[in-house]
């Protein structure tokens, strides 16, 4: 298979039917789909409406057909997070998760070079977590999984997780981190606001927690890749490390290493929406830290897909190829699945 020129490491997709969750778990919460007119359905909670979605969320033809249009080779495919359901009893979430990736198993094998998938995890039991991990990354075939920035308010670095990140790590999976259950949320209600603003700060939230807990010193060969640029945290980092400095006996509790000096080892995509976002996070972490993703097919995300990198004139060349699909690439740990030949794409600039 070709190496692809431009991957899009962020994007969400759901089965267009799955079973009635209240009906088969017993009770409520949980997120049914109502096919309400032609190509289009609303994300329904216990009968609220959550989200309206068009069908390029669950049909994999017209997805292709739009990559095609955008000049993108393949897509990365995850979840839509408010599946994960951490709040759930952790054996429905497991269900549900198996349910989830079956479906992604599926779509990829149709297609599998037009799509890759992240797979879906139950992180409010570490034990079932692994065991789901372990089955989509070696029976499956996935590159990793698709995690949120905290598991029912509790951060990534608590204990309850060791045994998931231990397990990634060995099993070389990707972790894909992307923001949900904002803390706060119902204190910022208007104007958008938990995604505006809740999201950003969730996922420095997280790498902040992995960084200052010492989950990051523990696994030096764990892969994470945050979503949204980081969110707010490469944009805080000199306020960030300015704590770790002055107040050890709050910062450095848990590790001793300056949180700037993990940043380089982590991934980010490239959803900022900004151009000079974009410079200082190139200029912060690196071109091959951050992968091309742009949240489809949700309003919030970049469209089309990548034309913040391909407009940036003060990127080189071999920044654009590492950003489009090298880092994606390396980040997945798939250059085995590519031709010698095909190789064209640099992953380190």
Request: proline share 6%.
């Amino acid at each position: 298979m070709q190496a692809p020129r431009t991957i899009d490491l962020h994007t969400h997709i759901l089965p267009e039917h799955w079973p009635d969750l209240r009906e088969r778990y017993g009770y409520g919460g949980w997120v049914s789909l109502d096919h309400c007119e032609h190509c289009k359905a609303r994300m329904m909670i216990d009968g609220q409406l959550f989200r309206e979605i068009e069908s390029n969320c669950w049909d994999a033809a017209r997805r292709a057909i739009e990559c095609d249009a955008s000049g993108v080779d393949m897509q990365v495919l995850s979840t839509v997070p408010v599946m994960f359901s951490y709040g759930a009893k952790a054996a429905d979430a497991h269900d549900l998760s198996r349910i989830l990736n079956d479906h992604l198993a599926h779509v990829v094998a149709a297609r599998p070079d037009r799509f890759l998938a992240l797979a879906t995890v139950p992180m409010q039991d570490a034990t079932l977590a692994v065991r789901e991990l372990e089955r989509c990354v070696k029976q499956l075939g996935f590159p990793g999984a698709q995690i949120g920035t905290n598991v029912n308010g509790v951060d990534l670095d608590n204990a309850a997780f060791a045994d998931f990140f231990a397990a990634a790590q060995e099993l070389g999976a990707a972790i894909f981190v992307h923001p949900w259950d904002v803390v706060g949320r119902a204190e910022i209600p208007r104007f958008w606001m938990p995604w505006l603003v809740g999201m950003p700060a969730e996922t420095s939230r997280a790498i902040c927690a992995l960084a200052f807990g010492g989950v990051l010193d523990r696994h030096p060969k764990l892969k994470l890749c945050f979503a949204h640029g980081g969110g707010a945290f490469p944009y805080t980092l000199g306020r960030i490390e300015k704590g770790f400095q002055a107040r050890p006996d709050l910062c450095a509790t848990h590790s001793q290493t300056n949180p700037r000096d993990h940043v380089r080892r982590l991934y980010f995509d490239s959803i900022v929406h900004d151009s000079e976002a974009l410079r200082y996070l190139v200029n912060t972490v690196g071109a091959n830290r951050i992968a091309m993703g742009s949240d489809y097919p949700f309003p919030l995300g970049e469209n089309p897909p990548g034309v913040l990198i391909r407009n940036a004139d003060w990127l080189s060349p071999a920044q654009k190829l590492a950003m489009l699909a090298g880092t994606a690439i390396d980040f997945l740990g798939i250059s085995k699945r590519f031709s010698p030949q095909s190789h064209t794409v640099q992953t380190r600039a």
